[in-house]
């Protein structure tokens, strides 16, 4: 017969029960946190007829319009996506980072 286990301090119990739910939070891929996976579909999309260097408008996240240039990005060089104005892959960005 197998021995029941009862915990009598409810405190053990909800430090327990914290810790087995952070260990399985831990154990989720990307470790619990939100993995950068590259460019939007948007980003794609907004230069879908246009070459690097071309100006492009997308729709952000939140429903904004930004304003950038088409990129070749790291990820996929056989394609070219916007990169918003002051964004990540921003080259005219880079110039201001040392100041």
């Known amino acids: 017969m197998a021995k029941q286990v009862t915990i009598k301090n409810p405190v053990l119990a909800l430090l ?10 831990c154990a989720q891929p990307g470790g619990g946190q939100g993995a950068r996976r590259g460019p939007p579909p948007e980003a794609y999309e907004a230069c879908a007829d246009l070459a690097a260097g071309d100006s492009c408008t997308m729709t952000g996240r939140r429903g904004d319009t930004l304003e950038g240039s088409c990129i070749v990005p790291s990820e996929d060089e056989s394609s070219v996506v ?11 960005d880079s110039g201001r980072s040392g100041q």
């Open 82 to 92: 916007c990169a918003p104005e002051g964004g990540p892959g921003d080259e005219r």
């Open 16 to 25: 327990l029960g914290a810790t087995v739910m952070a260990q399985v939070a």
